[in-house]
């Protein structure tokens, strides 16, 4: 039996992760919403006016700890579904969309420095 490419598996489980637990999270009530048009492209023409004055856009937090807070929570609860049932279960029972128009996952440096192998990045390189 040959062996698995490791990098499609975890490609495809990633994306699978990046879509289910992440972007269909509470993320999603944070990035509803009218965003700002910039005519300078770089948005420091773009202000938001407070009882307290104005703050410019690239100066201004745009999600509260609160917000922040219950975003953690969700994507928490959403991945450790997802990784119970996966590593109980093996891979969902039907075929689950995923999206097309995102680009291709690669491995992420600080992350893979947390394992030995991991710290050549030419080693593992590949893309899928």
Not at 42 to 63: C, F, H, M, Q
Request: aromatic share 10%; proline share 9%.
């Amino acid at each position: 039996m040959p062996a698995p490419d490791l990098h499609h598996t975890a490609a495809h489980v990633a994306t699978m992760l990046a879509f289910y637990c992440v972007r269909n999270s509470s993320l999603e009530d944070l990035h509803a919403g009218i965003f700002p048009s910039s005519q300078t492209g770089d948005y420091t023409d773009v202000k938001v006016v407070s009882p307290y004055g104005e703050i410019a856009w690239n100066r201004l937090g745009r999600i509260s700890d609160e917000e922040m807070q219950r975003l953690s929570e969700d994507v928490v609860n959403r991945l450790y579904t997802f990784l119970f049932y996966l590593l109980t279960s093996g891979e969902p029972d039907r075929g689950l969309p995923l999206p097309t128009q995102w680009s291709p996952p690669h491995l992420e440096a600080s992350i893979a420095a947390m394992w030995p192998e991991g710290r050549d990045p030419a080693r593992n390189a590949k893309h899928v």
